[in-house]
């Protein structure tokens, strides 16, 4: 929450602070500096192709890992439904 000292009144938390631009490229930069550390002019627009699908896919949309999969490969989706296995079931 926001508190405003003069007017003495409270901001909602659900009011957006930013605009969607910078949720946008604040999700951008986290990528290139955390995960790609370069990109070329050659293949910005491949780059940007993906963190777009990231930021409209993302769970504060309430989307799910499972629809973000689906999404991304519709054929294999429909092909075998997604089997969960626990950790040391491999046959070990």
């Known amino acids: 929450m926001r508190a405003s000292t003069t007017a003495k009144k409270y901001m909602c938390a659900a009011t957006p602070t930013q605009t969607p631009s910078k949720g946008f490229f604040s999700i951008l930069k ?10 070329s002019e050659a293949h910005l627009h491949r780059y940007l192709a993906e963190f777009d699908f990231r930021y409209n896919t993302r769970t504060a949309l309430g989307v799910t890992d499972v629809e973000r999969a689906k999404e991304l490969d519709p ?10 296995t626990a950790c040391g079931s491999l046959g070990r």
């Open 30 to 39: 986290r990528g290139v500096i955390g995960t790609f550390h370069h990109v």
């Open 75 to 84: 054929w294999r989706a429909r092909q075998a439904p997604h089997v969960s």
